[in-house]
């Protein structure tokens, strides 16, 4: 299994300013997802971030607005950048260990 | 990409076995059929999955029809814990990278009343 952490665990942000989201992993994970959770809705994908290489982002989300790193394999950060209030959601990490996927406690983001 | 269907509610009295179905009826032949389930403010929790046989553990049951159109998750002996969000996901491979990534739908709102 993995054990996955997010920092923070919830911020509330001025419109158009940016907030970086960490994720941290004990164990080393080739393939870590983001995903963001907006109020009463389901998961929707923002990327997959491999180690090494550039993040394969989902239709309807740009590098621009949500800029990856993947420094390690038991790191990842997302930048949420120019926020506007519609940024408002829980933003998870979430790495593949095997047949299995597993998902941090999130981060829930306020802007105002 | 499949996708699936699912109730949006359900109600299960405690003690009782909690039968969640899923309408998968796109799934390709190599694709699993995975149930994931989130409590309230919670990051989702992995339950089953499984890919033509039926499979046990622990925490559930999954029964997939023979045609693989479909399935049903089975708690077993609902408690007021199991008061969760139940998302049926269809695993798909990205983008030619051979990576796999979880889609999640809407999932059914399962509710455990004393």
């Known amino acids: 299994s993995a054990v996955i952490s997010q920092k923070p665990s919830r911020d509330i942000c001025q419109r158009g300013t940016s907030l970086t989201i960490q994720c941290q992993v004990d164990?080393?994970?080739?393939?870590m997802f983001w995903y963001r959770q907006q109020p009463g809705q389901s998961l929707t994908l923002i990327a997959t971030a491999n180690q090494g290489s550039e993040a394969t982002y989902e239709s309807g989300f740009v590098i621009d607005k949500f800029p990856i790193s993947r420094p390690n394999l038991t790191f990842s950060t997302l930048t949420v950048s120019n926020m506007s209030p519609e940024d408002s959601s829980i933003y998870l990490c979430?790495?593949?260990?095997?047949?299995?996927?597993?998902f941090g406690p999130g981060t829930r983001l306020t802007v105002t | 990409d499949a996708k699936t269907t699912q109730p949006p509610s359900m109600d299960c009295a405690e003690g009782r076995a909690a039968n969640l179905p899923c309408n998968h009826s796109?799934?390709?032949?190599?694709?699993?059929v995975y149930w994931y389930r989130q409590i309230h403010s919670q990051g989702p929790q992995y339950i089953i999955h499984?890919?033509?046989n039926n499979e046990t553990n622990e925490m559930a049951s999954l029964i997939i029809t023979e045609d693989r159109k479909s399935s049903t998750l089975i708690l077993p002996h609902a408690t007021l814990r199991d008061t969760a969000v139940y998302y049926c996901i269809v695993r798909v491979l990205s983008r030619g990278f051979n990576t796999d990534k979880l889609i999640f739908g809407t999932g059914t709102r399962l509710q455990v009343f004393p």
């Open positions: 164990s080393q994970v080739t393939m």
């Open positions: 979430s790495v593949q260990l095997g047949h299995e996927q597993y």
């Open positions: 499984g890919l033509k």
């Open positions: 796109t799934i390709s032949g190599n694709e699993y």
